[in-house]
């Protein structure tokens, strides 16, 4: 078995091999897959650095196969400005499962956007009313486009109000999906009027303290709040999950680094409180949304169960394909 | 930044960069580093699968520069047998710590073997006699071969039984390393005379149950509990631990998944009975063997710190001399 290879991929061939819409469906079937008891607890592991910080995300998943996949992430946030390098940079491992062997190595960064906005798609499907047309996103960098990019693979948007803290930011996203979803987008500096006209709000921004209030979020709508992956990032009030139907991507991951961290912290509420994990309701043991009046929030910290069925799709259409690029590790 | 590439490295170019003596080097400066409080301690991540489970191991060091490394090792004790694979197999990732970037992606299979032998060459500078000529290895396999050339690096042993359950395996590392390392090696039968014997006993077996009796060991000896590195393994009889200067690599990761863990189970030690760490002793703030009577045992479960000790060495060699292949994972 000397001679067995491993596929290499870089940014470039995993853009080229998964859509959207494959991602959101292998995410979809990762979450099933865990609620059903399937898949293992994905696991993380975390060391910091001076001015950031490595983040590895590990799951196990079986599909047409079973397979491991580990995401290690250097989470470096002066990136740019320093190294005129990405903030967020790694790998992903994707290993065969009944036996450890490394079948691909992938950049990371693609799949980490792609599975993030993924997770929000599989979640409005069980979360938003159906006929939700109206979706604010706050936070206007790439995630916003993905973001809006993914719901609109699973509603029927029809307006979208882009809020940015920078102005710019907010522009270039109205020019640059205005036509790609063929849906009017409107750059907005007032964020609660926006909001409380919304079925959906995804919030996807570094905040690091709530901006999202109780009060400028209308009954009957869906919350993806995405950008609170570490303990001192924040995006909602925390009241406002309090009295909200709660849903976890994992629940014990949301208590430690999500938004629910910040509610339970404030006493309002408690671990037993969430609703579900994502992955209940997409295996149908537990309801979602069930009236038009809810508010139903999403909170989304990201887990390997994303990546490990990303990386899986991708890796599978490469092998296929003969796509990326071959190197045998082993060679002794 | 689009054209950073990262160093690519088989398993013959790390085998051709790593000599042992310049891992015993690394891998002391590691934990003399981790003993000043300079490293933080390393972290491990643990998956089970069918048949067998991948682990990380990750730390971060600074060196001549700041380096991080994650381990990502399947291990599946029927690899050989149903697929022609190695059981051990997997990669490790080395980042630069100031921003993340992957230097380099290497095969995992020779840093394991070589990091390990060079733990037990480190802790015999400390624990074993400076005298110690005669050494007793249980377990013939790669890491047994591995463990004798290294404590000949740092110690005049001039005479070695091999002892395993498995006679060809004796005869084979006799005939393989007595030339070699110009030495007289006696494969053995009767593991208690040739310990009794010994100023030095390595264990690195897969073993399940206790073999090294206490009273097998004579006083002064440095015991190397190598073989144990999961909480089912168990090479040491617990009442020799009891009696002896028991020194961890890593004191916590001992206690779970070292020989120490059955030996704080039988309530015959507490995690505050262990000397020191590895650590602790290089970096001079604890003292190594301080008779030439006592029994001295390392209890070497592995460490991140060894493979990241490891790899920088690789890499900055590899970057030196242009060996090994190029990869830019994020070409977009």
């Given at each position: 078995?000397?001679a067995?290879?491993?596929i290499?991929l870089?940014?470039?061939?995993?853009a080229?091999?998964?859509?959207?819409d494959?991602?959101i469906?292998?995410?979809?079937?990762a979450f099933?897959?865990?609620?059903?008891g399937?898949?293992?607890?994905?696991?993380?592991?975390?060391m910091p650095?001076?001015?950031?910080?490595f983040h590895i995300k590990?799951a196990?998943?079986?599909?047409?196969?079973s397979?491991?996949?580990?995401k290690?992430n250097?989470n470096?946030?002066h990136?740019?400005?320093?190294f005129?390098m990405?903030?967020i940079?790694?790998?992903i491992?994707?290993?065969?499962?009944?036996?450890?062997?490394p079948?691909a190595v992938?950049?990371s960064?693609e799949?980490?956007?792609l599975?993030?906005g993924?997770?929000?798609?599989?979640a409005?499907?069980?979360?938003a009313?159906?006929d939700?047309s109206?979706?604010t996103?706050?936070?206007?960098?790439?995630?916003?486009?993905?973001?809006?990019?993914a719901?609109?693979?699973?509603?029927?948007?029809?307006?979208?109000?882009?809020?940015?803290?920078?102005q710019d930011?907010r522009?270039k996203l109205?020019r640059e999906?205005?036509q790609?979803?063929?849906i009017?987008?409107?750059p907005?500096?007032?964020?609660?009027?926006?909001?409380?006209?919304?079925?959906?709000?995804?919030?996807?921004t570094?905040?690091?303290?709530?901006?999202?209030h109780?009060n400028?979020?209308a009954p009957?709508?869906?919350?993806?709040?995405?950008?609170a992956?570490?303990?001192d990032k924040?995006?909602l009030?925390?009241?406002?999950?309090?009295?909200s139907?709660?849903?976890?991507?994992?629940?014990?991951q949301?208590?430690?680094?999500?938004?629910l961290?910040h509610?339970i912290?404030?006493?309002?509420m408690r671990l037993c409180?969430v609703?579900?994990?994502?992955?209940?309701?997409?295996?149908?043991?537990?309801?979602?949304?069930t009236s038009?009046?809810?508010?139903?929030i999403?909170?989304?910290?990201?887990?390997?169960?994303?990546?490990?069925?990303?990386?899986?799709?991708?890796?599978e259409r490469?092998?296929?394909?003969?796509?990326?690029?071959?190197?045998?590790?082993?060679?002794?």
């Amino acid at each position: 078995m000397s001679a067995v290879r491993t596929i290499l991929l870089d940014r470039a061939d995993v853009a080229a091999l998964l859509t959207l819409d494959e991602c959101i469906a292998a995410v979809e079937n990762a979450f099933r897959q865990h609620g059903l008891g399937n898949a293992p607890a994905p696991k993380t592991l975390g060391m910091p650095s001076v001015d950031g910080g490595f983040h590895i995300k590990a799951a196990l998943l079986n599909s047409s196969s079973s397979f491991f996949a580990a995401k290690l992430n250097g989470n470096f946030f002066h990136n740019g400005e320093r190294f005129a390098m990405p903030n967020i940079q790694g790998l992903i491992i994707l290993c065969d499962a009944r036996n450890g062997f490394p079948l691909a190595v992938l950049d990371s960064i693609e799949i980490t956007i792609l599975r993030t906005g993924a997770a929000t798609a599989v979640a409005a499907k069980y979360l938003a009313r159906p006929d939700s047309s109206v979706v604010t996103i706050c936070g206007c960098g790439n995630q916003g486009r993905v973001q809006l990019r993914a719901l609109s693979r699973v509603l029927p948007v029809q307006r979208a109000y882009a809020f940015d803290v920078v102005q710019d930011e907010r522009h270039k996203l109205v020019r640059e999906l205005s036509q790609e979803l063929e849906i009017d987008i409107e750059p907005v500096r007032d964020l609660s009027t926006a909001t409380r006209m919304s079925d959906v709000c995804v919030t996807c921004t570094p905040a690091r303290k709530f901006f999202l209030h109780k009060n400028d979020v209308a009954p009957g709508t869906f919350v993806a709040a995405v950008g609170a992956d570490n303990d001192d990032k924040q995006e909602l009030e925390p009241s406002l999950l309090a009295c909200s139907k709660v849903v976890a991507d994992v629940r014990e991951q949301c208590a430690a680094i999500g938004d629910l961290h910040h509610a339970i912290d404030a006493g309002l509420m408690r671990l037993c409180d969430v609703h579900a994990q994502l992955g209940e309701i997409a295996a149908g043991r537990k309801p979602g949304r069930t009236s038009t009046e809810e508010i139903t929030i999403f909170d989304s910290t990201g887990t390997a169960l994303q990546d490990v069925a990303a990386a899986t799709v991708v890796y599978e259409r490469a092998a296929r394909s003969n796509a990326g690029s071959r190197f045998c590790f082993q060679r002794s």
